[in-house]
Each structure stands twice: as C-alpha cells, then as structure tokens.
C-alpha cells in the first residue's frame, strides 16, 4: 500500500531539488526503494555542498556531514536537513514527526525508537553514522526468513563496535548479508587490535594471522578483556548453528561447534581453531586444508591419473562438452583404473545472465544427456550445471530458476534419469536447490568477493567445495583443489557402463547414434523406444536412397500393425528434426560409413536396414536355427540372394554343373576382402559386417521393447573391442546356435523355392510387390538354384561363418 509520507517525501525531493543539473527525477508513488534512497542521498550532498552527486553515502558524505554538522538534533537550524532525516525515517517505517524541517519531540522519541533497535544507546539525536544507515534498505526489525538469535549479534556488534571509526552500522533484520559479514570480520579486526584505517573488514594475512595466533577458543573458554568467545559464537548463528551468545564455551558451544565442522568436513573436536575460524568468516575457508577432490579443463592421461592419486586426491570433476577441455573416450577407463572416481560438470559459457533462459536449460539437459549417455554413465549419476557468474538474487529469480525449469523439464524427456547438481555461489546454490530444482551442490567458493558468497552459509546438500587453484606437483597440471563432502557420489566405475575405445569410427558411429537417440527422446511427442529406435534407424536408413525404395519401406515396417497418428507424425518428421541438428557439432553430423575392421568400410543405411529388420520381426530363436526367417530378408539372407542372383546371371545360358565349381565361385566372392571387391559380386565384406553388426544390434533390440537404440550398440561396441573375434563368434553363436549343419541348412533354405526369399513369401511379406532377383532369368532358366548348386552355396555360407568365428578368416570345406 502506498505511504502519503513517503509519496510527500518523493515530492518534496523533486521540487526542492529538481533543478539541480544532476539531479535524477525520483518516482512519486509512496513506495520506498533505491530511486528514493538515492534521492535523500543526492539531497544531502546538495546541502552539504558537494559538487560531484553519486548515489552513494560514502567516506566523502559522512565526512562532510561529520565536519559541518555533526549530529542533528533539536538545534539542527537547517532545515532541509531536518526534513532529508524526517524523509529517511517514513522511508523506514518509523515515524518522522508531525511537522517538517522540525526536530519535535515526536521526531525525538522515534529516533530513540530506531537507535535502540539498532542495539544503540538510545539517543534523542542522529548522529552522521545513524543516518547513512536511514539512508539505505537496511532493516532494524526482523525480516521473513530472519532469525532472532542472529539479530542479537547483529545488534551487539552494533553496539559494542560503532564507536569504531570504520565499522559499518549493521542491519538489524535476522539475517546474515554481505554488510553483517563485513561487520564481523571488523569487529575480530578491532579485536587484534588493528587501527582505524589498517583494518578494513577484508579476510587478509593479518587476519589470518592475528586469528591463528590469538583467537583460538575452546571448551571453558571465556571473554574478559577480549570477545573472541561470543565473536565466535555470533559466527557461528550466522552459519544457522544455534549456539549461546553468552562469552562463555559452554558445552552447548562446542556441540554447535562440532556440528558446523562435521558439515564442513572439518576435523571434528569441538574447538575454535583457525581452520574452523575461517571456514565460518569466508566461503574458500582455510585454503590450505586438505581435499580429496578437484577438478580441471585438462583431458587427463594415465600419468595424471597415477599422479592424482598418489597426491591424495580421490576424485575429479571433468567437463562434459567443449571440444578442449571435455572427457575424451577411454578417459574415464583411465581414471578408475587409477583408483579415482568422477563427477561431470556441464557447461557451455555460462558467465553471463543471458546465458540463462528456460529454452537454454532445455538445450543444455539434451546436450548434458546425449554425452552422459555416450560416456557410459548410468541412471542416478549427478550432472552439475554451471552458474559461472556472481547472479544477483533478482538474477537468480528471473534467468537462473527459469533454466534450472527448462533442464528439469529437458531431463524427465530422456530415457536415463541422471541427477542435477548446481555449480556457483552460495547463494545460487540454496535458492536453487531450495527451489527444488537440483540435489546436490558444487560450491564456487574461490570467488569469495561474490556477493552470492558473501554473508551466505553453506548451502544445503553441498557435495564438493573448490577452494584452491593449483598446479599438481611434478606435473605442471593445474587444477582446482575442492573439499568432498561424505553426501557426495561421484561415479565410481560400477556407475559407468564399459565403452571401451573401438578407435576411430566406430566410436563416432555410436556416438552419433546417441545423440539420434536423444534426440528422438526429447523431440516430438512422446513415443515408446521401440518407436524411437526405429525412427533413428530409419533416418540413418533415408540417407541411402537404394533403401528408400518402396520394397524396404514396406519390409522394414515390420509387423506391429497400424501406426497410430502421433506416431506416424514422429516417424516421418524426426528424419527433418536430425538433419536440421548434422550442423550442432561433429557428433550430430550424419556418418555415412565407418571403417570396422582392416580397413572396411561399412555403410551405415545398410547396418540401419538390417537392424531394422531384426528388431521389427525379431530375431530367429534356436527352432529357427537352421532356417530363413523373414528377419533375415534385410540382412544375411538378402545379400546372399543377390548374390546368387549374380551367379546367375552370369551363367544364365549353361549353369555349371560342378559342384567345385560353384563352391569355389560363391567362396572366392562371399564376403570378399581384396581390393576389387565391388567387381567381385554383391556380397562383399563391408556388405558382411554390416550383416553381422545389423543383426547383433537389432537382435538386441528385438529381445526387448524397451531397450534404447544407443544401449544396444554400446554393448556391441563394448564386446567388439573385448576381442578381435567376438564380432563373428558372437553372431554365428546366437544365429546359428554355432552349428555349422544350422547355417549350412539356412543358406539352403534361403535359396529355396520352398522359402519365402524368390518366390511366394517374399511377395506375401511385402504385401504383394512384385519383388524378385531380377530380370535376368530367361524362360528357360530356373528361378531357383538345383540341389548340387544350394548345397555348393550351403557349404560356401558355413565355412565362411565358421572360419571367420574361429580365426577372423574363412576356411576350406569340411
């Protein structure tokens, strides 16, 4: 509600001072704020003569009021001086007097009033520090979320330290702030018997100093010339511990005291020593004590690893984007396997407010997921997001709280559910986690001159502490020393899934499909995995356009049936949506191919189509061992065809009759490795291990409906790095039960008339497309391969399959 005396003080100011040339137009609408603070400031340097106006009542201002007034009081015969105090008290909520520019006796008791919550002497005067504490948003009474006990020590400093040339007038309002801070620390100054002018509220060497060598206090402690007892104890309140405010440690003391060190992860003894000294005065603490953790920009080999541990450090914090300083593949094998475990950080600038909207935390929870997913780390895994700045607490209200809304929101899209850890100041810390919008706290305490890290206690649920910037001996790696709290998790290597390196492109391969899959999460309506693996699987299968052809759209729909309209949307759009993200990063460009093995090069559409085929119709069971299925239509069994196909072909006059012949022609060319592979037929050795890795992924996926895309190849990922042979003897094992006679049968049956592959089932499974091998069949030439050339072909498909399970090559028939 709007105050008349303050709506008369704003129009006051205006009209007595308004032509002044620097003067700055005050609002007229009987609310206080700064505008009108800043205004009672101008006007009283006007008064006092003071040339150059600032919004500021500083040295210069109190000077000049000390030197040419003094206190104001009852003689004061200026009378605008008399109404700027009168003015400064309304603003205050406390009366000013009935009358303006008088100093009545109603202006007097409410000056008594307002020193006396001050925790001063009360005074029917206003003296030159009393009113530049009126002149400012300071509060004497308690503020919501004020505590009682701390504005005891708010008012005891006030009284015990204002004759102090220096010391600041503290607010009176319950609540610990940068200036009550301040306070404080002049108060201990004045304690080490520091003078006016060498003392100056700053946390330096001599403070650290004269604490170490004369304020330890302890149980029986008590104050007699000295106050370090309840300097201590006020320190303590501040820092939301409870304690007496009496001078004496008392039992009660040193249990808030062991309190505040357990949750500081101090040593926990109960005393007031240095170490617990500075943790309470200033966030970085005692930089010197030791942590267990740190974090660096720098990609970490094995020496720094070894060299990490051997120094004491337990965990490291590592970035999860920027090209230069982020977790690289293999990094985090080497950094378990030095005994240390690890926590991501997330950050993508962050230094500045417009960093922070709610559409920039969305972008950040995908960013964020997509690379936790490709690293391996496990559901429940805590991400902190930086606020690398000193946010103001509007700052934190308007951009900080929003983005914090827009990751959370980002996050519960994705199929992973990780953690949200909050990196900044104090302050940022507790709104942020009090907003319920994060769970653990990375504290940025070297910055203590920030304002969030000023008058601010540790935040709740903090887990690691950064206090010290350092270069690891020996090393030359610089690093940021932090204290680890025991709430803590950082990943250990069970929190990881193995992803090993591959090398190459088969890491980026994967690493594209993680981000496709992410992406398919967190785009679009939402559908089930099943539906977003297959959306992925068709967009990397459209870059080709031999499989956009109508035959393998039809066949690579599968047998789910109808496709409802939310998903029929999803599918066709989320091809649009991945290629308009190629251009993000290297990791979302698309990978046409990747080279697997000795130089082979795979396309990626042909893997697509095959996995397609294997996870829509499901992967052949032991019964179906030694068949074609119609799973295999995209994968084996077609390539097969086709290239019996060209068999025949070529021979579409005379066949021949050998079966040596045949055997060799089909061995010589099934999954041919030579130079001139592609003149060598239609089923060459990138054509195979786009098969075999097709099949071992969309089996996986086959086998359950809610298993991700990424999760599927990371595991294959992982078992071909495990072994050069793991590839071949993991598919002959699961599609061939590792029977020789199973994928001799099924070579056989894929080629026969009986199946599907040439004849009726192909036409029935692609709904009555006239889809054959070709026209190169003349009327007098079978369609089907004669039961010498299925067994030539049979024997040729076995022994390849089982030489490449046993020694990565082919063998002679058996």
């Known amino acids: 509600m709007s105050d008349p005396k ?89 009366s000013g007097g009935w009358t303006w520019g008088v100093f009545d006796p109603s202006l007097q008791s409410s000056v008594m009033n307002v020193t006396a919550a001050m925790g001063l002497t009360a005074l029917p005067s206003i003296s030159p520090k009393v009113l530049r504490s009126l002149m400012s948003m300071d509060a004497y009474t308690l503020l919501p979320g004020g505590d009682a006990t701390k504005r005891a020590v708010q008012q005891w400093l006030n009284g015990k330290y204002s004759h102090r040339r220096d010391f600041p007038l503290l607010p009176c309002d319950g609540l610990f702030s940068r200036n009550t801070q301040q306070g404080l620390m002049y108060a201990i100054q004045y304690e080490l018997n520091m003078a006016d002018g060498v003392a100056n509220g700053n946390f330096g060497s001599g403070t650290k100093s004269g604490l170490q060598n004369q304020a330890g206090v302890a149980f029986g402690s008590n104050d007699y010339e000295k106050n370090w007892v309840r300097l201590f104890q006020g320190a303590l309140r501040f820092n939301n511990r409870p304690a007496p405010f009496t001078g004496n440690f008392s039992t009660a003391t040193r249990t808030e005291t062991e309190s505040f060190q357990s949750y500081a992860e101090l040593a926990v003894h109960g005393a007031g020593d240095y170490r617990t000294w500075a943790s309470l005065l200033i966030s970085t603490g005692d930089e010197t004590r030791p942590g267990i953790a740190s974090d660096m920009a720098t990609q970490l080999t094995a020496p720094h690893c070894a060299a990490l541990y051997n120094a004491g450090y337990r965990t490291v914090g590592r970035y999860l984007t920027v090209a230069t300083k982020r977790y690289v593949p293999g990094e985090i094998q080497r950094i378990h396997q030095a005994g240390l475990a690890t926590f991501p950080i997330m950050q993508e600038a962050n230094t500045l407010p417009q960093h922070f909207s709610f559409t920039k935390g969305e972008d950040h929870a995908l960013q964020a997921t997509r690379r936790l997913r490709q690293l391996g780390f496990k559901g429940g895994t805590t991400v902190f997001f930086a606020v690398d700045y000193d946010a103001t607490d509007d700052g934190i209200t308007s951009n900080i709280i929003p983005f914090f809304q827009g990751l959370k929101a980002g996050l519960e899209r994705t199929r992973v559910p990780y953690k949200v850890g909050i990196y900044g100041t104090r302050n940022v810390c507790a709104r942020v986690i009090n907003a319920g919008l994060a769970t653990e706290a990375f504290v940025a305490s070297m910055s203590w001159g920030w304002s969030g890290n000023l008058g601010y206690a540790l935040p709740p649920s903090w887990s690691y502490d950064q206090i010290q910037n350092l270069t690891l001996p020996g090393t030359g790696l610089e690093i940021d020393k932090n204290v680890q709290s025991v709430r803590a998790s950082p990943a250990a290597q069970f929190d990881v899934e193995a992803t090993p390196v591959v090398g190459g492109a088969y890491d980026a391969f994967y690493w594209m499909v993680t981000h496709d899959t992410v992406l398919a999460e967190t785009t679009g309506p939402v559908e089930s995995a099943r539906r977003q693996a297959d959306a992925v699987l068709y967009y990397i299968q459209r870059k080709n356009a031999a499989y956009l052809e109508t035959q393998f759209l039809a066949y690579n729909a599968g047998p789910p049936g109808p496709v409802s309209s939310p998903s029929r949307y999803f599918y066709d759009n989320f091809p649009t949506w991945a290629t308009s993200r190629e251009s993000w990063d290297a990791d979302a460009a698309f990978l046409p191919n990747f080279t697997v093995v000795n130089g082979t090069t795979v396309g990626t559409s042909h893997l697509a189509v095959t996995a397609r085929g294997y996870m829509n119709w499901g992967r052949p069971g032991p019964s179906s061992f030694a068949a074609a299925t119609v799973a295999d239509l995209g994968g084996w069994a077609l390539d097969l065809a086709t290239l019996w196909r060209d068999f025949a072909d070529i021979h579409k006059n005379a066949r021949p009759a050998s079966y040596a012949t045949t055997y060799n022609w089909f061995k010589s060319r099934l999954g041919v490795r030579d130079a001139n592979q592609s003149t060598q037929g239609s089923f060459s050795f990138d054509d195979l291990i786009g098969d075999i890795d097709g099949y071992l992924i969309g089996g996986r996926m086959s086998d359950s409906a809610d298993r991700r895309l990424d999760d599927a190849v990371r595991e294959v990922r992982t078992g071909i790095a495990s072994s050069d042979l793991w590839r071949y003897q993991t598919f002959y094992h699961e599609r061939f039960g590792s029977s020789q006679a199973n994928a001799r049968a099924a070579a056989i049956n894929a080629l026969s ?62």
């Open 6 to 94: 303050v709506l008369e003080t704003q129009s006051w100011l205006n009209v007595t001072y308004g032509n002044h040339p620097q003067w700055n137009t005050v609002t007229v609408d009987g609310f206080t704020g700064w505008g009108t603070i800043f205004g009672l400031i101008r006007g009283l340097q006007i008064e006092l003569g003071i040339t150059t106006l600032a919004d500021n009542f500083g040295a210069g201002t109190l000077s000049a009021l000390t030197t040419q007034f003094g206190s104001l009081s009852s003689t004061t015969t200026n009378m605008n001086l008399i109404h700027l105090a009168q003015g400064a008290l309304w603003c205050k909520g406390y």
């Open 753 to 814: 008339s009986s199946n599907f592959f040439v004849d009726t089932a192909v036409r029935f499974t692609l709904g009555g497309l006239n889809f054959t091998l070709g026209n190169v069949f003349n009327s007098t030439t079978p369609l089907h391969p004669n039961s010498i050339e299925l067994d030539a072909v049979g024997d040729a498909w076995k022994d390849l399959v089982k030489g490449l399970a046993t020694d990565g090559t082919t063998a002679a028939p058996s």
